[in-house]
Nanobody, 126 residues
């Protein structure tokens, strides 16, 4: 069983920055892919970014490319999402996800991920 706990959300003005954290437990941290998804009110959960087990490859949604950076520190059992140049349309609940299966390059659908955190709210004011 994998447990994921997000933190770091909050309220920020347009153009500001936030760093989200996702603390993992339950299995060898480096053995599973991880990612961030988000869900805005009235919308479906959507892909933001993913990273391979050892952090060698990362993938980003076009909407966040160049502004967000995913990283992981396996010795700390933690994954991060650095979000810069935030926009009001980035407002959502952000979820971290993990899975041991599949090829992370093709895992852009929430249904492809088995383990989820509880989510952390990010609100960007205009």
């Amino acid at each position: 069983q994998v447990q994921l706990v997000e933190s770091g959300g909050g309220l920020v003005q347009t153009g500001g920055s936030l760093r989200l954290s996702c603390a993992g437990s339950g299995r060898t941290f480096s053995s599973y892919h991880m990612g961030w998804f988000r869900q805005a009110p009235g919308k479906e959960r959507e892909f933001v970014t993913t990273i391979t087990g050892r952090g060698g490859s990362t993938y980003y949604a076009d909407s966040v490319k160049g502004r967000f950076t995913i990283s992981r520190y396996n010795t700390k059992l933690t994954m991060y999402l650095q979000m810069n140049s935030l926009k009001p349309e980035d407002t959502a609940v952000y979820y971290c996800a993990a899975d041991f299966r599949g090829t992370v390059a093709t895992m852009a659908l929430p249904t492809q991920w088995r383990y989820w955190g509880q989510g952390t709210q990010v609100t960007v004011s205009s």
